[in-house]
Each structure stands twice: as C-alpha cells, then as structure tokens.
C-alpha cells in the first residue's frame, strides 16, 4: 500500500515498544524491575490496590470498579487507577510493582509465565468478545486483504489469532517481514491509538483490535467491521485479570476482596450499560479514557447494535448466537486456556517462542490460573446465573469462520 512518512513514527514505535517488552519477558531483563519489586514489598507489606490498565474496553471492570467505590466496600485501600500507553509500560510498572492489578492480553499472560517465568496468575476474566477486524470502505471479503498490510496490537493477543485463523481459512498466509505477495497479509504490530489513523492514512487496509477503536472508525467513517471476533470464537476473553502469585500465597483475603470487586463490578456493568459509557468517556471528572460517550456508547449499549446491518455485510455470520458487541462474566473457563495454548502452537508469533511447543494446554489451564477467588465470588453472588450462564465452571469452545 502506498506509504504516507506522516505516520510511519508510530510503527516504529510499535517495533521500539516489542523489542522493550521482549526484554521484560526475559529473566535477565525482568530481574532489576522484580528486585525493584521486593524491594518495595518487604517496605510496604500491605499495599493498597494499585490498577494498571489501557485506555480500552478491556478495562472496563476494573475501572467501574473504582469509580463506583466497590473496592472501597469490600474495605480495600484503592489508588486512583494508572493509564498507560503502550503494553511495555504496563507490564513493566507490573514486574517492578508499582501496579499490582492489571487487565493483560490472555496470550500474553501464557509468554509472561512460560517465556520467562514471570511469578503472575490470571485470577479472572475481565470481559467477552469486544473486539473486531476493521477494514477501508472497499474490502469487502478477507481475500481483499491479500497483498495488503493488517495492524495487530501485539503478537501475543487473540487478535492475532483469530486474524490468521481466518485468513487461513482462505488460503492466505501470514507474514511479518518484506512486501506481501498476493496471497500473503503482512501483519504489523501497531498501538491501538495509531490504528484509526493509520487506516485513515491508508498505511493499512484493516486492522484488529480491542473497542473502541472499531466503533471510532465507524464514527468517523473511515473505516467499516468487516468481522467481529465473538462471531468468530464464541464468547472469547481478549483480556485477563492479572495479579501476582506473591500477593495470592501472601495475602488471600486482600485478593478475594480484590476479584470480589472485579466480579461485582460486572453484575452491576450488566443491568447499566448507558452509565457505564458515561464512566468511560472523557467527559467524566476521572477521565479514565479520552473516548467520547458516543464511541463508547456503539460497543457498551446492545440497543445500538444494528444487527441487521451488520449481518447483511457479513460482520456477523452465526445470527444465532445472538453476541453482544461486548459482554462481561468473570470466570476464565478452562477450556478457554486449553484451546488458546493449541492455537498459539500453530499462530505466527515474531520473536523468541520456542516454549510454546512444549506447553501442555491441560496444565497451563491449572498452572496459570487460579480460579479459587472468582469461584467463591461468582458464588457469593448467586452463581453464573448471574451473568446469564449456566451453572457450569466448565464449556466447550466453539470456533468458526
């Protein structure tokens, strides 16, 4: 595609931000962040809840967990939550702990633990679905993509894995250096916050990546969804609650209160879709994120989602799962964790990933989790019904194209 040198800094940046955190999931560039980090634990035992988050759907749990004081009534001591901008800068504030609650992309969280042996544990869910491919207004079929260039947020996100599962599934093969041929779709990993107008720009045909940034380039036309991703793999996690295995072995009570609040937070999130948006946008005094309560709006509010539209361009092919654009339950079913691990084995992922190939799905679904706090919260609360579901901690995975 033809280049345009007025956003090819953020690209670049993209490459600097993947090499950092590279580092950081490596024992010797994690070890001066974790000497950092018990450091200030042996001087201060008893932390206070400090959130770490990007200025994506993602978050949502954790931050309408603070605004509306939930942490605060479970008697947790609770920082205003940290933005960032880039995954390098959260994971690295979280391997030197300054932030000690985080939403992280799943896969990374299986490189984290595995590639580097980062001490971390998912202890929940923070959402479903809420991401999807956007794409120019003149594609109109995944083949469109071939010899084209798509942005992925990073190597390690389900992004990346639902996208080449797709163009697998046409027969297109995924690169990630040199010019694409006409049936390859070269893949660069690119902030969410350089997407829209990278695509805008015309520097990508389409990229895929977490809300809002798919309903802002509806809202600013310059863009359409040619798929969701939860009409792809059902009810899926993009991110995860991440904590440390320290504060879990150390401090349980303090963490059953902590995923008490994220578990809380997604009931309440459930029956108030609109006031959830207004928590979001930038017009709120905490100004969590700087979307509009517009933008935030077409992906929190299932009224908004014009289902027919959507089915008749093709966005949304199995009608009969009835997804909403986002959804929000906490429990992260195994079943999940298993699949992922065998879809990253066979998922183009830049950089070192030799683990990969020995892991287990069976034993990284118990190793990496740790679901004893949100069972007993989802339980507390009356079960999974709660969140519309089953009474079932188990489920299988449905993956189309």
Not at 114 to 134: C, E
Not at 269 to 295: C, K, V
Request: proline letters at 5%; charged letters at 20%; glycine letters at 6%.
């Amino acid at each position: 595609m033809k280049k345009n040198s007025s956003i090819i800094t953020p690209s670049l940046d993209a490459r600097r931000q993947f090499i950092k955190l590279s580092g950081l999931f490596t024992a010797m560039g994690a070890l001066p962040l974790l000497q950092m980090h018990n450091a200030a634990r042996a001087a201060e035992p008893d932390a206070p809840v400090r959130i770490g988050y990007l200025p994506i759907t993602d978050a949502t749990p954790l931050l309408v967990a603070h605004h509306n004081g939930i942490f605060q009534e479970q008697g947790l001591n609770v920082e205003k939550p940290r933005l960032f901008r880039s995954w390098a800068q959260l994971v690295e504030a979280f391997l030197a702990g300054q932030v000690n609650v985080v939403h992280l992309l799943a896969p990374m969280t299986v490189w984290a633990r595995y590639g580097s042996q980062s001490k971390a544990k998912v202890v929940a869910w923070n959402h479903m679905s809420g991401s999807g491919l956007t794409v120019h207004h003149d594609i109109n079929d995944l083949e469109d993509l071939g010899g084209t260039t798509v942005a992925i947020p990073f190597w390690y996100s389900l992004h990346n894995v639902v996208l080449q599962h797709l163009l697998k599934s046409k027969g297109l093969e995924s690169i990630s250096d040199g010019e694409p041929g006409p049936r390859q779709v070269k893949l660069v990993v690119m902030a969410p916050s350089d997407m829209v107008p990278a695509l805008a720009n015309k520097q990508v045909s389409g990229y895929i990546v977490a809300e809002p940034f798919n309903a802002s380039a509806e809202v600013l036309k310059v863009g359409k969804i040619l798929r969701f991703t939860g009409d792809v793999w059902k009810d899926h996690a993009c991110c995860v609650v991440l904590m440390h295995e320290q504060d879990l072995e150390q401090r349980p009570e303090w963490t059953q209160k902590v995923v008490n609040g994220v578990v809380q937070a997604q009931a309440w999130i459930q029956e108030h879709r609109s006031e959830t948006a207004q928590i979001l946008s930038r017009d709120n005094a905490q100004r969590y994120t700087p979307h509009t309560y517009e933008t935030l709006a077409q992906v929190l509010e299932p009224a908004r989602m014009d289902a027919a539209l959507y089915e008749g361009s093709g966005a949304i092919v199995n009608t009969d799962w009835k997804e909403k654009r986002i959804d929000f339950q906490p429990y992260p079913f195994p079943s999940y964790t298993e699949e992922l691990i065998r879809k990253l084995k066979t998922t183009l992922v830049s950089g070192r990933n030799e683990f990969l190939q020995d892991l287990d799905p069976a034993f990284v679904a118990r190793d990496l989790v740790d679901d004893r706090f949100v069972k007993k919260a989802i339980i507390d609360m009356g079960g999974m019904s709660a969140f519309g579901l089953p009474e079932s901690f188990a489920r299988q995975e449905t993956i189309t194209v």
